[in-house]
């Protein structure tokens, strides 16, 4: 069982710019693929981006260009780093801890946080 525990959301103006940390326990953090996912009021959970064991990274369109996504496995941390943000992005983000699965949906992941509330101001 792996804990994850996610940091950094708030409010930011449209424009402007968060950092997420997904901080993990457990041994083997190298091995899991992380992902973030985010869910809006009304919404199903989406996929927003997703680091591999091999360093190997994926993101949604609707982020690509504004977000990147890192892992420091010494750390077993994983980072988001949301710039250029838009009204759209508000949403609950959800770091999650998985298996060797597709990156992009939600049945890879065995484990999530309790999220992080992400808020953009237009």
């Known amino acids: 069982q792996v804990q994850l525990v996610e940091s950094g959301g708030g409010l930011v103006q449209a424009g402007g710019s968060l950092r997420l940390s997904c901080a993990a326990s457990g041994r083997t953090f190298e091995t899991y693929t992380m992902g973030w996912f985010r869910q809006a009021p009304g919404r199903e959970r989406e996929f927003v981006a997703a680091?591999?064991?091999?360093?190997?990274?994926y993101l949604a369109d609707s982020v690509k260009g504004r977000f990147t996504i890192s892992r420091v496995n010494a750390k077993k941390t994983i980072y988001l780093q949301m710039n250029s943000l838009k009204p759209e992005d508000t949403a609950v983000y959800y770091c999650?801890?998985?298996?060797?699965?597709?990156?992009?949906?939600?049945?890879?992941?065995?484990?999530w946080g309790q999220g992080t509330q992400v808020t953009v101001s237009s």
């Open positions: 680091a591999k064991w091999n360093s190997a990274t």
């Open positions: 999650g801890a998985g298996g060797s699965g597709t990156a992009e949906i939600t049945s890879t992941y065995d484990n």
